[in-house]
Structures are given as structure tokens and as C-alpha cells.
């Protein structure tokens, strides 16, 4: 159980496009998912909180018009990078929790990353 | 004060030996204490949690020792095997409230024959 998917796995654009990257919990309601960004060797660094219904939030330095996140339902939520520029690439995690009362409140699952290349 | 240190950076254990990896924190708030194992390429697995409740988890050959008072928790790979070589993160957070977890830099784990 508790297993959470992204797509694409990885995806190479044009400098300029706006590239869309889905999660999805498939077997478990999330009220709220995670995105995260990971340069090579390094930790995860959070990027927004998104919960089901309402505004994501952004942690502090990140570009809200820049990376625009929607979590439209308990199963999915999206990350869409605008106008991207190579320094824009790096690896996008999410994750999700469990819909409270459901599951353990605390634990994050992770999905499997998209790889993102902008040239 | 939201800090998660973790050491070391790197780690090279024989097969069959054990892997000990630390982490220390600052903001006693922090009630959840998971680890995370990352493959190349892959997003992070949970790979055991605990508590500040008790003081030792084990799940398998996985054990998490926690310290409170010392404001310490560790992670123990038992008979380490070459299929343990990973990134192992260790995190924190608060159960309730703010839901964040806050990350180690990460220790890469070489298991060598």
C-alpha cells in the first residue's frame, strides 16, 4: 500500500516551455503532497506544501508564478515548471500523506522522481 | 534550530558488518523521526521511524536508536549487505502541526565484499 506515481519519469524541453509533472497517490487519499527538488549528492529541499482545495504554500525563495502547483483532488496533485531555463533542471520529488484519520498522519511516501532537462 | 545534522557523509562497511549512521537536531518540538534509503535515480523510501516515546526500533536488520536527552538518533544496518549501498537520509518533524520534515544531508553507504 501507499504507493505514490509521477509522470514523467523524465522529460527534456526547450528553454522558454512549460513542462507539467503529475502525482498521484493511487491507492490511498492524500489531503496534502509535498513537492521536493534534489540537485546531484544533495538533500531534498522543500518547495510547497500543496493540500487539496486551497493554495499551495511556498517555502520561503521559491517562485510561486514560477512553479505553479495544483491539487485539484485527494489523488492528485501537479507541478508546473513556466518558462523553463536550464537552471531549472534538477530531479522533482513528491510525496503525499495519508487523508487524516486514514493512516499514520506523520509519514510521507515518496514517489519515484522526474528528471527534468531544459536545453 | 530547524536544523537535522547527519554523519557521516560518506561510509564504506565491509559485507557482513554494521553501518551506524548519526543524526543530531535542535528543536525539541520535533516528534517523528523517520529514515529514508534513496537508490540513483529513485525518489526516497521509508525505511523505518520512530518515536520519541521509546528509545529503540527495530525493524528487521534496521534499528533506530534515539536519545533524547542528548538530542541524538541513529540508524544501525546489521550484517550489512551490498544491496544496503544507498543514500540514507535521516528526517524529522512534528506529528501535529507543522507537517515539514526536516532533512539530514544525506550519508552514502558503500557496502564493499
Known amino acids: 500500500g501507499a504507493v505514490v506515481s509521477q509522470h514523467p519519469s523524465w522529460v527534456i524541453c526547450k528553454s522558454g516551455t512549460s513542462v507539467k509533472i503529475e502525482c498521484r497517490s493511487l491507492?490511498?487519499?492524500?489531503?496534502?503532497m509535498f513537492w521536493y527538488r534534489q540537485f546531484p549528492k544533495q538533500s531534498l529541499m522543500l518547495m510547497a506544501t500543496?493540500?487539496?482545495?486551497?493554495?499551495?504554500?511556498?517555502e520561503q525563495g521559491v517562485e510561486k508564478d514560477k512553479f505553479l502547483i495544483n491539487h485539484a483532488s485527494l489523488t492528485l496533485s501537479t507541478l508546473t515548471v513556466t518558462s523553463a531555463h536550464p537552471e531549472d533542471s534538477s530531479f522533482y520529488i513528491c510525496?503525499?500523506?495519508?487523508?487524516?484519520?486514514?493512516?499514520?498522519?506523520?509519514?510521507?511516501?515518496f514517489g519515484p522522481g522526474t528528471r527534468l532537462l531544459v536545453l | 534550530q530547524q536544523q537535522v545534522k547527519q554523519s557521516p557523509q560518506s561510509l564504506i562497511v565491509q559485507k557482513g558488518g554494521i553501518s551506524i549512521i548519526n543524526c543530531a537536531y535542535e528543536?525539541?518540538?520535533?516528534?517523528?523521526f523517520p529514515w529514508y534509503q534513496q537508490f540513483p535515480g529513485k525518489g526516497p523510501a521509508l525505511l523505518i521511524a520512530?518515536?520519541?516515546?521509546?528509545s529503540e526500533k527495530k525493524e528487521g536488520r534496521f534499528t533506530i536508536s534515539f536519545n533524547k536527552s542528548a538530542k541524538q538518533f541513529s540508524l544501525h544496518i546489521m550484517d550489512s549487505q551490498p544491496g544496503d549501498s544507498a543514500t540514507y537520509f535521516c528526517?524529522?518533524?512534528?506529528?501535529?502541526?507543522?507537517?515539514?520534515?526536516?532533512f539530514g544531508t544525506g550519508t552514502r553507504l558503500t557496502i564493499i565484499p
Open positions: 528526517a524529522a518533524s512534528m506529528r501535529f502541526g507543522n507537517e515539514k520534515l526536516t
Open positions: 491507492d490511498f487519499q492524500a489531503t496534502t
Open positions: 520512530i518515536r520519541p516515546d521509546v
Open positions: 500543496s493540500n487539496e482545495g486551497s493554495k499551495a504554500t511556498y
Open positions: 510525496s503525499a500523506r495519508y487523508r487524516q484519520g486514514l493512516g499514520p498522519p506523520e509519514t510521507q511516501y
Open positions: 528543536n525539541t518540538a520535533f516528534d517523528y
